[in-house]
């Protein structure tokens, strides 16, 4: 299931996360979009930036009220990624983020532009500014450039939702207080 909610976090939540995620101040690191493997397209076009989030960073803090509005128990990973503008939009391959059985997948998107995130099953969510997809974490999805805007910017959140029965776990959660990594 795709579930899409435009307007996520109230305007100041949003304006705090964008303010401290500002592309400016990010330690990006440059790196394939997929695996070489997965991509579908030359390997000069499959780059993006990226900047993996920690519990102990200083942009951790920005992200609580986002997590207190998710179905969270805990999360695997939080990336914020920049594609640059390019001349036309390009899908760089279906991918699964993290193949854990019962866990989610979402895509929080810091800025409105023309880029999108498309899904194997047809589906298409555009980039709009505090708008959050959330999915199952098997559906292969591909994010995209965009071409009028000087970036799609957005945060990826690997996660294990609290509906997930804890008497059977697939997954031994380590559970520690404000939404700590495994």
Not at 143 to 168: F, H, W
Request: aromatic letters at 10%; one cysteine or more; charged letters at 25%.
């Amino acid at each position: 299931m795709i579930e899409i909610r435009d307007n996520f976090l109230t305007d100041d939540e949003f304006k705090v996360v964008t303010e401290i995620l500002n592309p400016k101040f990010v330690p990006w690191s440059f790196q394939p979009v997929v695996p070489d493997e997965e991509s579908n397209v030359d390997k000069t076009d499959n780059f993006q930036f990226s900047y993996t989030i920690l519990p102990e960073t200083l942009y951790y803090p920005c992200l609580v009220a986002l997590f207190d509005k998710m179905d969270m128990e805990v999360h695997f990973r939080l990336k914020v990624n920049l594609n640059p503008k390019a001349p036309e939009i390009i899908e760089h391959g279906y991918h699964i983020d993290l193949p854990l059985p019962q866990s989610k997948t979402a895509v929080f998107y810091l800025n409105t532009n023309n880029g999108y995130t498309a899904f194997e099953t047809g589906e298409k969510v555009e980039s709009v500014a505090n708008r959050i997809v959330m999915f199952d974490s098997h559906i292969k999805h591909t994010g995209t450039t965009c071409t009028d805007a000087i970036a799609r910017e957005v945060l990826n959140i690997n996660y294990m939702p609290k509906s997930v029965p804890q008497d059977k776990p697939l997954i031994k959660l380590v559970h520690a207080p404000d939404h700590a990594l495994l």
